[in-house]
């Protein structure tokens, strides 16, 4: 299926999709809520509109970018994402929480293309919308009009997923799903990317400051388990989960 690039193999993607899977084009256009002919014409050409086809994605289990060009998108992360992702991951389930809370806490609500779009245009500087409209490669005025409440077709979704160097699931819905990473990774992310520039680099330092201290904990968590501190005072000291206490404990005995 790699070999399958392109707009026009649309229609392949689909045949080997429904094959894979078991279906037939009346079950599957049954299964979707779709009308009788609506895959078959997928199938013939036709290119489906942004909502169909992230409904076909979710069905195949495959993310809307590969099936509407054979390209996968969805390994668009920043290298800061990348970063906070591996802070979190040193940090223990308590700090976790903390971390998933403030972000919580400053996260926006965008629950609109337009709005997403917006922050997107913000975040990275691009004030001239013709300029910006002519580097995605669509259409003249195009960018005016979807801040504006138009809607772009999955083609112009796509150039702007490229562009922008998101998922078309996230600037379609706001849903990030990064190959690699769980479902609570990929929730974080999802509410990483509804912040401003400043408010990003708020949550990047909350993390490092929570990374710096649990860095001092761990030391003095060493220290007192070397001097046979009793696990009950050490939780009454430091605010530590059983789970991470007894990782540390295994890391001391190996």
């Not at 509109?49 to 992360?77: A, H, R």
Request: net charge negative.
């Amino acid at each position: 299926m790699d070999t399958l690039i392109g707009f026009e193999s649309l229609g392949e993607r689909l045949r080997v999709l429904l094959k894979q899977v078991g279906y037939s084009q009346k079950d599957a256009n049954e299964e979707l809520g779709f009308s009788p002919n609506t895959l078959g014409n997928y199938i013939h050409g036709r290119i489906p509109k942004p909502e169909p086809l992230y409904e076909l994605s979710k069905f195949f289990k495959v993310n809307m970018d590969w099936l509407l060009t054979g390209e996968d998108t969805t390994k668009y992360i920043r290298d800061e994402e990348l970063q906070l992702i591996q802070t979190y991951r040193t940090l223990h389930e308590k700090q976790q929480e903390k971390a998933r809370c403030y972000l919580v806490g400053i996260a926006n609500a965008f629950n609109g293309f337009d709005k997403r779009l917006h922050l997107l245009i913000e975040n990275g500087g691009h004030y001239n919308h013709e300029e910006l409209t002519k580097n995605a490669g669509l259409p003249e005025n195009s960018i005016s009009r979807y801040l504006n409440g138009g809607t772009p077709g999955s083609r112009a979704l796509y150039q702007l997923s490229k562009f922008f160097e998101v998922s078309m699931e996230w600037l379609l819905i706001g849903e990030v799903i990064i190959e690699g990473f769980s479902e609570e990774e990929n929730q974080f992310i999802q509410n990483y990317r509804t912040l401003k520039l400043k408010e990003q680099g708020e949550i990047i330092g909350y993390m490092n400051g929570l990374l710096e201290e649990w860095r001092l904990n761990e030391e003095v968590i060493i220290k007192m388990l070397q001097q046979n501190v009793s696990e009950d005072i050490i939780k009454s000291v430091i605010d530590i989960s059983d789970g991470a206490l007894e990782e540390i404990k295994n890391q001391l005995n190996t």
